[in-house]
Nanobody, 119 residues
Framework: VQLQASGGGSVQAGGSLRVSCVVS????????MAWYRQAPGNTRELVAT???????TYADSVKGRFTISRDNAETTVYLQMNTLKPEDTAIYYC??????????????WGQGTLVTVSS
């Protein structure tokens, strides 16, 4: 299973960015997907998940600003990020795994894409 993330870049605070992740080697519709992020000096945190049926969850810090979505036909998962803040600066990683109840269990990781938000 391989995941290829793209779409990171630099943006000013208040701006928008969309990151994408193409998955190969797995039937995407059977699995949950997630985005994590890791800022310098911080541990990796879960940002958003999407279930095989399309149900989504978000970290409180991004709720209302970020949207995770999936296109099973294109084997791609997206993270639309709006109203970005400097504290959103991080490397964003996509992941495919599974949900058990409300807990997400990561399995395979992409290489990460850097998002930098300037004030």
């Amino acid at each position: 299973v391989q995941l290829q993330a793209s779409g990171g870049g630099s943006v000013q605070a208040g701006g928008s960015l969309r990151v994408s992740c193409v998955v190969s080697g797995r039937i995407l519709s059977n699995y949950a997907m997630a985005w994590y992020r890791q800022a310098p000096g911080n541990t990796r945190e879960l940002v958003a998940t999407v279930s095989p049926s399309g149900s989504t969850t978000y970290a409180d810090s991004v709720k209302g600003r970020f949207t995770i979505s999936r296109d099973n036909a294109e084997t791609t998962v997206y993270l639309q990020m709006n109203t970005l803040k400097p504290e959103d600066t991080a490397i964003y990683y996509c992941n495919t795994g599974y949900l058990s109840g409300s807990t997400y269990y990561p399995e395979y990781w992409g290489q990460g894409t850097l998002v930098t938000v300037s004030s």
